[in-house]
């Protein structure tokens, strides 16, 4: 099991960026896929990016996709979301996983497929 702490969510103005870290403890960090989910009140959870353990490959949600960018460096242990552009729309709290399975070759979307959470941090953007 891996455990994930996130940090760095806050309220911006829309058009605003921000930088979601996430550290995560455990010795099978640089072999998962590691994604980032969000929930917005009165809303189910729902996938917003992904990168995975093999190097350069990302996939994320349509509705991020050249807003978003998702890094990792595994030598901290970390994981980054950098968010630009934002809008009212990405209010919510964000969420760090980590894929249930070691050394993955499909590209998970589903909560369920990941099996470690951090506690979340919320993002509020102001329209």
């Known amino acids: 099991q891996v455990q994930l702490i996130e940090s760095g969510g806050g309220l911006v103005q829309a058009g605003g960026s921000l930088r979601l870290s996430c550290a995560a403890s455990g010795r099978t960090f640089s072999s998962v896929i590691m994604g980032w989910f969000r929930q917005a009140p009165g809303k189910e959870r729902e996938f917003v990016t992904a990168i995975s353990w093999r190097p350069g490959i990302t996939y994320s949600a349509e509705s991020v996709k050249g807003r978003f960018t998702i890094s990792r460096d595994n030598a901290e242990n970390t994981v980054y979301l950098q968010m630009n552009s934002l809008k009212a729309e990405d209010t919510a709290v964000y969420f760090c996983?980590?894929?249930?399975?070691?050394?993955?070759?499909?590209?998970?979307?589903?909560?369920?497929?990941?099996?470690?959470w951090g506690q979340g941090t919320q993002v509020t953007v102001s329209s």
């Open positions: 996983a980590a894929d249930r399975i070691p050394y993955r070759y499909t590209e998970p979307t589903m909560a369920g497929e990941f099996g470690s």
